[in-house]
Nanobody
Framework: VQLQASGGGLVQTGGSLRLSCAAS????????MGWFRQAPGKEREFVAD????????DYADSVKGRFTISRDNAKNTVYLQMNSLKPEDTAVYYC???????????????????WGQGTQVTVSS
């Protein structure tokens, strides 16, 4: 599975961005997907995840109510809509995929075996 993340950029506090992650795989509907981020000097952290069908989602407490993960299986793409951005959201954002037979979500990075290249999100104060 190859993943291509896009949509990052520079935005002011309170602004919005929509990240996209396109997967080059015929069986995208069999992939649980996740978004993670890594700020300078910090470890990679979980942001959000979504099940194969899109019926289940999870969010980190720090983004709950501001970020929304969604997917379009017809387009092999997962999205992360980020609203009310804060300077502490500044990081490189990575999408990840896990082939699974289950309609579960996965919030630990070690549970994923396919990663995109990352897209930079910078929120200015």
């Amino acid at each position: 599975v190859q993943l291509q993340a896009s949509g990052g950029g520079l935005v002011q506090t309170g602004g919005s961005l929509r990240l996209s992650c396109a997967a080059s795989v015929r069986t995208f509907s069999r992939c649980a997907m996740g978004w993670f981020r890594q700020a300078p000097g910090k470890e990679r952290e979980f942001v959000a995840d979504i099940s194969r069908s899109g019926g289940s989602t999870d969010y980190a407490d720090s983004v709950k109510g501001r970020f929304t993960i969604s997917r379009d299986n017809a387009k092999n793409t997962v999205y992360l809509q980020m609203n009310s951005l804060k300077p502490e959201d500044t990081a490189v954002y990575y999408c990840a995929a896990r082939m699974t037979a289950f309609f579960a979500t996965y919030s630990d990075s070690y549970q994923y075996d396919n990663w995109g290249q990352g897209t930079q999100v910078t929120v200015s104060s």
